[in-house]
C-alpha cells in the first residue's frame, strides 16, 4: 500500500521526533497526522520521514562547489543532473575528487541535485557494489531534502533503503526509493536533494547474495556451508540516479539536472563494439560455463561465474578511484603474475584500456569499457537460466 508520508518544517519537527511518536506503528495514527503536516513525500508503507538534524539549518549560497571541503550546508550549491537524450537515468561517480562537507564526526562526500519545483517525482537512486583491492564495497546513501532556504524539510528512512539482487541487466547494489509530491505551496517544497554518508553508516556492511548457496536453494538442494559475501561501506562509489515524473504540473517541471562537484556520466553514447579480446574473454566464460553445468559440476561453473564477477567489480572499482584525475595523477594498474591465471590478465587489459581512455581524457569511452566487461557477465548470467 503506498500512503501519503508528511514532511514537516524543521522547527516543529524536533518536538514531534524526539518523543517517539513517529516512531510508533499503526495506519490510524499515520492517518490521524495527514492533516497538519507538510510537504508531502510518498514512500511505501506507513512510517515518517525520519528527520533528525545532522545538518545546521542556513541558508546555502549559491557558489561553486567542485571538489571542495564544506564547514556546513551554508555555501553549498545545488546544481543541475543533465540526463542522456530521452532518458530518465544518469550515472554519477563518487570518489577522492567528490566535495566533502563537515560534520560533527568527521568529513562526508556529498552529491546535492535539484528537484523539479513542480509535479509529482519518483526518485530512485542505486548504489552499485564495486572492488576495492580485494573486498567489496558500496557508498551507503543518506539522503535529505532541502526546501529553497536550505532548511531539511525531510529525510528518507532506512527503511527506504534496501538490497537489491543482482540481475541480467541490473547489477548488485542497494536501492532507495521515494516519490516527492511539490504540488503544494512554493515555499513548502522540496528543491534541492542531499545524498551523503555518514561515520556509522560507513561503519556498516551490506551482506550479499551467495551464488552457490542461491543456485543450491533454487534447485532444491542442501546448500553448502560457506558464509554470505559482504560489501562494506566506504566513501567511493558508482551511482544511477533515476527520476520519472507525472502529475498535473509535469508541463511545467524542469529537466532534473549534477553537481559540478560529482561529474555525471550522462553523454549519449553510442552502442559500445565489442572487440576481438572481449569475443575472446565472453567466449572462455560461456564455455567454462556450459561444460560444468552440462557436466553435473555445478560449483564449477558457479567458480566461473564468481570469477568473472571479480573481474567486473575491480575493473569499476579501477574506474571510479581513477576517474576524474589528471593524466598526471593517473594510478596505473598493476600488473598481474603468474599466479593471477586467466583472470589476472583479463582485469589488466580491462584496467589498462581505461588507464588508456583516461589519460586521454576519453572519459565516456573509459565507461564504455566498463559496460563492456558488465555485458559479458550478463550473458554467463543467463546461461543459468537456461
Same mark, same amino acid.
Given at each position: 500500500?503506498?500512503?501519503?508520508?508528511?514532511?514537516?518544517?524543521?522547527?516543529?519537527?524536533?518536538?514531534?521526533?524526539?518523543?517517539? /511518536?513517529?516512531?510508533?506503528?499503526?495506519?490510524?495514527?499515520?492517518? /490521524?497526522?495527514?492533516?497538519?503536516?507538510? *510537504?508531502?513525500?510518498?514512500?511505501?508503507?506507513?512510517?515518517?520521514? +525520519?528527520?533528525?538534524?545532522?545538518?545546521?539549518?542556513?541558508?546555502?549560497?549559491? =557558489?561553486?562547489?567542485?571538489?571542495?571541503?564544506?564547514?556546513?550546508?551554508?555555501?553549498?550549491?545545488?546544481?543541475?543532473?543533465?540526463?542522456?537524450?530521452?532518458?530518465?537515468?544518469?550515472?554519477?561517480?563518487?570518489?577522492?575528487?567528490?566535495?566533502?562537507?563537515?560534520?560533527?564526526?568527521?568529513?562526508? *562526500?556529498?552529491?546535492?541535485?535539484?528537484?523539479?519545483?513542480?509535479?509529482?517525482?519518483?526518485?530512485? #537512486? +542505486?548504489?552499485?557494489?564495486?572492488? &576495492?583491492?580485494?573486498?567489496?564495497?558500496?557508498?551507503?546513501?543518506?539522503?535529505?531534502?532541502? +526546501?529553497?532556504?536550505?532548511?531539511?524539510?525531510?529525510?528518507?528512512? /532506512?527503511?527506504?533503503?534496501?538490497?537489491?539482487?543482482?540481475?541480467?541487466?541490473?547489477?548488485?547494489?542497494?536501492?532507495?526509493?521515494?516519490?516527492?509530491?511539490?504540488?503544494?505551496?512554493?515555499?513548502?517544497?522540496?528543491?534541492?536533494?542531499?545524498?551523503?554518508?555518514?561515520?556509522?553508516?560507513?561503519?556498516?556492511?551490506?551482506?550479499?547474495?551467495?551464488?552457490?548457496?542461491?543456485?543450491?536453494?533454487?534447485?532444491?538442494?542442501?546448500? $553448502? *556451508?560457506? $558464509?554470505?559475501?559482504?560489501?562494506?561501506?566506504?566513501?567511493?562509489?558508482?551511482?544511477?540516479?533515476?527520476?520519472?515524473?507525472?502529475?498535473?504540473?509535469?508541463? &511545467? %517541471?524542469?529537466?532534473?539536472?549534477?553537481?559540478?562537484? @560529482?561529474?555525471?556520466?550522462?553523454?549519449?553514447?553510442? *552502442?559500445?563494439?565489442?572487440?576481438?579480446?572481449?569475443?575472446?574473454?565472453?567466449?572462455?566464460?560461456?564455455?567454462?560455463?556450459?561444460?560444468?553445468?552440462?557436466?553435473?559440476? #555445478?560449483?564449477?561453473?558457479?567458480?566461473?561465474?564468481?570469477?568473472?564477477?571479480?573481474?567486473?567489480?575491480?575493473?569499476?572499482?579501477?574506474? %571510479?578511484?581513477?576517474?576524474?584525475?589528471?593524466?598526471?595523477?593517473?594510478?596505473?594498474?598493476?600488473?598481474?603474475?603468474?599466479?593471477?591465471?586467466?583472470?589476472?590478465?583479463?582485469?589488466?587489459?580491462?584496467? @589498462?584500456? #581505461?588507464?588508456?581512455?583516461?589519460?586521454?581524457?576519453?572519459?565516456?569511452?573509459?565507461?564504455?569499457?566498463?559496460?563492456? =566487461?558488465?555485458?559479458?557477465?550478463?550473458?554467463?548470467?543467463?546461461?543459468?537460466?537456461?
Amino acid at each position: 500500500m503506498t500512503v501519503l508520508v508528511p514532511l514537516k518544517r524543521m522547527s516543529a519537527l524536533t518536538t514531534l521526533f524526539t518523543t517517539g /511518536k513517529a516512531g510508533r506503528s499503526g495506519a490510524r495514527r499515520c492517518y /490521524k497526522r495527514l492533516w497538519m503536516l507538510a *510537504p508531502f513525500v510518498f514512500l511505501t508503507g506507513c512510517s515518517y520521514l +525520519d528527520i533528525h538534524d545532522t545538518f545546521q539549518e542556513e541558508t546555502p549560497e549559491q =557558489v561553486e562547489s567542485e571538489g571542495k571541503l564544506y564547514d556546513s550546508i551554508k555555501g553549498i550549491k545545488c546544481q543541475s543532473l543533465k540526463f542522456p537524450e530521452g532518458k530518465s537515468r544518469a550515472r554519477v561517480v563518487v570518489n577522492e575528487f567528490t566535495s566533502r562537507l563537515k560534520q560533527p564526526s568527521g568529513e562526508t *562526500p556529498f552529491l546535492a541535485f535539484k528537484l523539479p519545483e513542480t509535479g509529482v517525482h519518483k526518485v530512485i #537512486i +542505486d548504489s552499485y557494489v564495486i572492488k &576495492e583491492g580485494d573486498q567489496e564495497a558500496l557508498f551507503y546513501p543518506e539522503i535529505v531534502l532541502l +526546501d529553497k532556504k536550505g532548511s531539511i524539510v525531510g529525510r528518507v528512512p /532506512k527503511s527506504q533503503v534496501k538490497y537489491r539482487k543482482p540481475g541480467f541487466t541490473t547489477p548488485e547494489g542497494i536501492e532507495a526509493q521515494f516519490v516527492v509530491d511539490n504540488r503544494i505551496p512554493s515555499a513548502e517544497r522540496a528543491t534541492c536533494m542531499l545524498i551523503y554518508t555518514t561515520d556509522a553508516l560507513r561503519q556498516g556492511k551490506t551482506t550479499l547474495i551467495n551464488e552457490q548457496v542461491a543456485f543450491a536453494k533454487a534447485r532444491g538442494v542442501v546448500p $553448502p *556451508p560457506v $558464509p554470505d559475501p559482504v560489501a562494506l561501506h566506504g566513501i567511493q562509489g558508482h551511482l544511477g540516479i533515476t527520476m520519472k515524473s507525472s502529475g498535473a504540473f509535469t508541463s &511545467e %517541471v524542469v529537466p532534473l539536472p549534477v553537481a559540478t562537484s @560529482m561529474t555525471a556520466l550522462t553523454a549519449d553514447l553510442p *552502442p559500445a563494439v565489442e572487440d576481438s579480446f572481449s569475443k575472446e574473454v565472453k567466449q572462455h566464460y560461456v564455455d567454462a560455463v556450459n561444460k560444468s553445468l552440462k557436466s553435473g559440476s #555445478i560449483s564449477h561453473a558457479l567458480d566461473a561465474r564468481s570469477e568473472l564477477r571479480n573481474i567486473v567489480r575491480a575493473t569499476e572499482g579501477y574506474f %571510479v578511484s581513477q576517474y576524474g584525475k589528471s593524466a598526471e595523477q593517473l594510478s596505473a594498474p598493476k600488473a598481474p603474475d603468474n599466479k593471477a591465471g586467466y583472470a589476472g590478465k583479463v582485469l589488466y587489459h580491462y584496467q @589498462m584500456q #581505461i588507464a588508456d581512455h583516461l589519460k586521454s581524457g576519453q572519459g565516456a569511452a573509459a565507461l564504455q569499457t566498463v559496460d563492456q =566487461v558488465k555485458s559479458i557477465q550478463e550473458e554467463v548470467d543467463q546461461l543459468f537460466n537456461k
